[in-house]
């Protein structure tokens, strides 16, 4: 199972990577998380990024491309994977092509931008494991505090309300065009590729049952 989970963000694509990985037993290849992990350790990489992410622009195509060409070569993707927040542009999801790596499947969540931006803004993180919490929709047992560790959660600086807006206006204009790309993909009869959009508004659990039903078809 090779899929892709695409969406604005804020709509709900890393909780649903995590549903899915667990079901398909499959690695997560979350972009946005490996940029993440090079600031953290300090890496030439992370120096070089970490501005363009905060600012919610987009990193350049080559650094996202060596990154995720490396990552599917690893063993552990053999028996598929799921990128989450790649492709994000049309020469990212063209570089796949090149390469020859085929997915299965690519799964739109789509979600209102009133909606987006609450979801993002009341979102709340455990740097060291990565898991997610939000404010309203799935709170922390103590607040702003990790039920595993107990260590105390943060809110992304990206996650701050201009840059959200900023970060809209970047899915907009560079992403969304992957949505017709890829529904045409899905059309030709060349590419074995199926395209479903799903209604991101509900419970994690609900949205979580409309994709594998999905994935199942
Ligand atoms: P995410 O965690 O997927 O929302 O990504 C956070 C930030 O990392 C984005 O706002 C971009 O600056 C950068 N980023 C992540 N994935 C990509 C990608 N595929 N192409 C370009 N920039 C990316």
């Given at each position: 199972m090779k899929l892709i989970l695409l969406g604005?963000?804020?709509?709900?694509k890393g909780t649903q990577a995590q549903f899915v990985i667990e079901k398909y037993a499959i690695p997560q290849i979350s972009t946005g998380d490996m940029l993440r992990e090079s600031i953290k350790t300090g890496s030439a990489l992370g120096k070089k990024v970490k501005e363009v992410m905060e600012s919610g622009a987009l990193v350049t195509d080559e650094i996202i491309l060596d990154l995720v060409n490396a990552r599917v070569r690893?063993?552990?993707c053999k028996k598929g994977f799921l990128f989450d927040?790649?492709?994000?542009t049309i020469p990212q999801a063209e570089a796949l092509l090149k390469e020859s790596i085929h997915v299965d499947h690519v799964i739109e969540i789509i979600l209102q931008e009133d909606d987006i931006v609450a979801r993002l803004a009341g979102r709340r993180v455990?740097?060291?494991?990565g898991r997610i919490y939000h404010n309203l929709y799935n709170p922390p047992k103590?607040?702003?505090?990790?039920?595993?560790?107990g260590e105390p959660l943060i809110q992304r600086d990206d996650d701050k309300e201009g840059t959200i807006r900023v970060r809209m206006q970047v899915y907009r204009k560079q992403t969304e065009p992957l949505v017709s790309f890829y529904k045409a993909m899905s059309d030709s009869v060349q590419y074995s590729l199926k395209y479903t959009s799903v209604d991101g508004v509900g419970t994690a659990e609900e949205i979580r049952d409309r994709i594998f039903a999905a994935l199942s078809d």
């Open positions: 604005a963000p804020g709509v709900g690893q063993p552990d927040g790649f492709p994000r455990h740097v060291a494991s103590v607040t702003d505090i990790d039920d595993v560790t």
